[in-house]
């Protein structure tokens, strides 16, 4: 058995492969459970920070990662002690051998590994920031953890494809491409101009809040409910229930009018008289319009009611109210008992419009 055992295959031992492969299975079978208890002393140290998290939401973000870190690991640490079979190691590409592209790959592996855990630990911690910001009324702040989480992701990303140029390229390549960056940043800056002013962009907007995600706004031409703030844009439903992507530059730099914030609407109305109406008759509907509009509660004080302006054609009057009304439905309600009442006003006084047809032309503004 033991001549067996030291028989030598590909530079090794028959033991070593043996004991490669029970360790490897073990560690297969065993790779869950291990992953599990691993991820709850983990969850046990950030618990403080995360009592609204669930232990097995901490887990099953990280079973999959550690499970593959586990396993990778456990291969590099058994497969150190094998020599590399003379017969395998033929050069590849130039004077790269067979045994430097494997230990090439292995090192990848593991470096893809780590980001791997890194990138659902942010996962993690954006989770937790998220459970806080369900519980605040401004969904700013849901927003808010979004977009660092992406800008975090960036970060590590960017990171991981430069540990991937030093494994693939060496140390050398790496240090010319940070020296290289001092002397390509105005280049590189010139080019990514706009994507790094957007990138500002959003930055002040998250932390000036202009507005928020929710409010309705109107930029340009544009104008509906903020669904999104992303890194380099803001997604706005329009009126017309379009999807609009405004770069955030712009909603920066443009004149923003945030309508969620208004306090109060403004009705600026021209009602046209015929032009044989007698004063009296003038005078009368005044006063009605004004006893309408002081008697409705939803009407700020302060409104106007006055005889604008007259030729031999039309009498115009002008109608000026500030309601609290902020709600569209409701502000279309309260414009229509207004408008009700006027005619119902004017048919009881027997007051004519010109063309005996009813012409109310109505001005909104905040």
């Not at 208890?37 to 046990?44: K, N």
């Not at 051998?97 to 990138?119: F, G, R």
């Not at 208004?262 to 009602?271: C, G, I």
């Not at 005078?283 to 006055?306: C, H, P, Q, W, Y």
């Amino acid at each position: 058995m033991n001549k067996f055992l030291d028989t030598i295959i590909l530079d090794n031992p028959v033991r070593d492969y043996l004991i490669l492969i029970g360790v490897l299975l073990f560690v297969t079978v065993i790779k869950r459970y291990l992953s599990k208890i691993v991820a709850a002393l983990l969850f046990r140290l950030v618990k403080r920070w995360s009592p609204l998290i669930e232990q097995t939401s901490f887990v099953e973000l990280l079973l999959k990662p550690l499970e593959f870190f586990f396993l990778l690991v456990t291969f590099m640490f058994t497969i150190d002690r094998f020599k590399f079979p003379s017969v395998l190691n033929v050069n590849v590409y130039g004077k790269a051998t067979l045994q430097h592209v494997t230990d090439t790959l292995l090192e990848l592996a593991l470096t893809m590994s780590i980001i791997w855990i890194v990138l659902r630990l942010i996962d993690f911690v954006a989770l937790v920031l998220e459970k806080k910001a369900d519980q605040t009324p401004d969904m700013t702040d849901n927003q808010f953890v979004i977009f660092f989480r992406d800008f975090f992701k960036a970060i590590i990303f960017i990171m991981g494809a430069i540990a991937f140029i030093r494994i693939l390229f060496g140390v050398a390549l790496v240090e010319k491409i940070i020296a290289g960056l001092g002397i390509g940043a105005a280049a590189l800056a010139l080019a990514a101009k706009e994507s790094i002013e957007n990138l500002i962009g959003s930055f002040i907007i998250f932390f000036d809040k202009p507005f928020r995600v929710g409010d309705n706004v109107k930029v340009d031409a544009y104008q509906g409910t903020v669904e999104k703030i992303g890194l380099r844009s803001t997604r706005i439903r329009t009126l017309e229930k379009t999807f609009v992507t405004v770069p955030n530059k712009k909603m920066v730099d443009s004149i923003l009018d945030n309508l969620s914030l208004r306090t109060q609407q403004r009705v600026n109305m021209k009602l046209e008289l015929s032009g044989d109406t007698p004063p009296d008759r003038i005078m009368a509907i005044l006063k009605d319009i004004r006893a309408i509009l002081s008697g409705n509660k939803k009407i700020l004080e302060g409104f106007t009611v006055n005889l604008h302006d007259f030729n031999k054609d039309t009498v115009l009057v002008q109608v000026i109210f500030n309601t609290y009304i902020i709600d569209g439905q409701q502000y279309a309600a309260l414009r229509e008992e207004v408008n009700l009442a006027i005619m119902q006003a004017l048919d009881k006084e027997g007051i004519k419009l010109p063309g005996s047809s009813t012409n109310v032309v109505l001005h909104n503004a905040s």
